[in-house]
């Protein structure tokens, strides 16, 4: 149960949020291209319960339902994704168009993100063209929407994006290309930076990405299990933060990096106007145990030079995720510490958990603390600007089916039945006290 003292009130202006994204709630299949997520779950066994996205929670037709639900909420700000899919089929922006007039007429900021992870299937990140075409599909995203749009976000996610799509293969696209996969992370940076350019060249402004990333603790402190955890946070957190905010890859990584590494560089580093993060656990690491290691789902083969360990003391999720708000805390500060003036306002991107059932309190407890955890940093001096819950609906949670429910809306998957949670009631009356 979430105590009842009050959550300490943030800054003026803070923007408060909840975040979905396309291939997930949208459904309408029919009425789209093909992404690499629909070739993914067309083979056996990919999903955890066989399931697809072509119906998901069916957004395209019942998104003035879900508007309503944003509305009676009282967010701020609606972070939704936009479908290059989508956009690539006839008249695929006119749903785009419709939702941001509804959020517009209801007080709701748009807040898209040009990519979470629904490649079209005829592209691949493997190939330096894809960043290019990307670019382009942004002016287009842009052009159409920019006179309401005033907050962008480029990619999501890069990094899960590749570990578990490109390298280990539990996700669209389904490589087992371990460190090879490589490319995949670079060109997506690169698409980022051409994005940015494209995305001013439109006139836009107030652009941020949405990066993943967490702390990394050794598993024990002795030297194989710090060196290993050093690794693994250059792989997971440098590797994508290092680029944007300092102009350069940790020691070690640019050199396996394809093509002109220090031009590609100089594009990636496009100064942001905002730095997005998502949290949601801390990751243990240790040294390699010489076997494979079922992390969650996740089979972590036995060569790669570090494993990631169970952390144990805290409570979990249904994911099995151990919640742990402190660490939040202890992610943005480092944040300050290590980028100092280079790093942007910070807006937490994604938080979340996935708990089954309605009157659903380990959520709330989840979130207050965490909100909780998120004003600490603000007093240690961390520039955050704004804080999105994960997720507005229960979803198509990727390999996990319709398995894992993160939404503050309850979705029946059968009738399409919203009801909302108890933290949904809980959440919007944070935000009531916040503006009292």
């Not at 600007?385 to 979705?411: I, P, Q, T």
């Amino acid at each position: 149960m979430a105590t009842t003292n009050p959550i300490p009130r943030f800054p003026a202006g803070f923007l408060w949020g909840v975040s979905t994204s396309a291939h997930q709630i949208e459904g309408a299949a029919d009425a789209r291209e093909a992404s690499v997520w629909d070739v993914f779950t067309d083979g056996p066994g990919r999903v955890r319960d066989g399931s697809t996205a072509a119906v998901a929670c069916d957004h395209v037709h019942r998104h003035r339902e879900d508007v309503a639900l944003l509305a009676g909420l009282g967010v701020d700000a609606y972070r939704f994704s936009v479908s290059w899919p989508r956009v690539r089929s006839r008249g695929g922006l006119d749903f785009y168009d419709r939702l941001v007039d509804e959020l517009c007429a209801a007080g709701v900021r748009p807040v898209p993100t040009l990519f979470h992870w629904d490649l079209p299937a005829d592209l691949d990140w493997l190939e330096r063209d894809t960043a290019q075409r990307f670019a382009e599909y942004a002016s287009e995203v842009a052009g159409r929407l920019g006179d309401r749009v005033t907050k962008w976000i480029t990619l999501n996610e890069p990094a899960e994006h590749t570990l578990l799509g490109h390298a280990l293969g539990v996700h669209a696209p389904g490589r087992k290309l371990l460190f090879d996969a490589l490319p995949a992370a670079h060109h997506q940076l690169l698409a980022h930076g051409l994005a940015v350019r494209a995305l001013r060249a439109a006139g836009a402004d107030d652009i941020g990405i949405a990066n993943s990333h967490a702390p990394t603790w050794p598993a024990f402190e002795d030297e194989a299990d710090v060196a290993a955890a050093g690794f693994y946070d250059a792989l997971l957190n440098g590797m994508f933060a290092d680029p944007l905010l300092l102009g350069r890859y940790p020691d070690g990584i640019g050199e396996l990096m394809p093509g002109d590494v220090e031009a590609d560089l100089k594009v990636v580093a496009e100064p942001l106007d905002w730095y997005g993060i998502n949290y949601y656990a801390p990751t243990s690491v240790g040294a390699p145990q010489g076997t494979e290691i079922d992390f969650g789902g996740v089979r972590m083969p036995a060569e790669l030079p570090f494993s990631v360990r169970v952390i144990e003391g805290y409570p979990v999720t249904d994911f099995g995720w151990p919640v742990v708000p402190e660490a939040l805390t202890e992610l943005l500060t480092a944040f300050r510490a290590r980028y100092g003036d280079r790093l942007p306002p910070v807006v937490v991107t994604e938080n979340g958990c996935a708990y089954d059932g309605l009157d659903d309190r380990d959520r709330i407890t989840y979130l207050d603390g965490h909100i909780r955890a998120l004003h600490r940093a603000v007093e240690a001096g961390v520039d955050v600007r704004g804080y999105f819950v994960w997720s507005l609906l229960d979803n198509f949670e990727w390999a996990e089916g319709y398995a894992r429910r993160f939404g503050l809306v309850h979705v029946d998957f059968e009738t399409l039945e919203r009801t909302p949670k108890a933290s949904y009631g809980w959440f919007g009356e944070l935000l009531r006290e916040q503006r009292a």
